[in-house]
């Protein structure tokens, strides 16, 4: 698993939050979420795009890298714990099923 530079509350929710996509615990992922979650993913992402709510996250993120992708990953190299911000550095990793394509 990762490292973190300064462990802390929030710091293990990310954490703790990453493990339960690592294991396909999408309700677990989606639970934590504010109702008013401002999802920013950016260009070059997978899905780019601003997304408002946990259902637009599902929607539009994790049900399409789940029917889209092959192995998809994230692996999370560090943790940077700012307080209420927290910084995820990490790789995506996976085959795009309609190109055969890795990322």
Do not use: C
Not at 53 to 74: C, K, T, Y
Not at 80 to 94: E, I
């Amino acid at each position: 698993m990762a490292t973190t530079t300064t462990p802390g509350t929030n710091v293990q929710l990310i954490e703790q939050l990453y493990d339960a996509f690592a294991r396909g615990d999408i309700g677990a992922v989606l639970g934590a979420f504010a109702s008013d979650i401002e999802w920013i993913s950016s260009e070059g992402a997978p899905y780019p795009g601003t997304f408002h709510g946990p259902d637009a996250v599902l929607q539009n993120v994790f049900m399409r890298i789940g029917s889209e992708w092959d192995g998809f990953r994230v692996d999370m190299t560090e943790f940077v714990d700012g307080g209420d911000t927290v910084v995820a550095l990490g790789r995506y990793s996976g085959t795009y099923r309609a190109t055969g394509k890795p990322m």
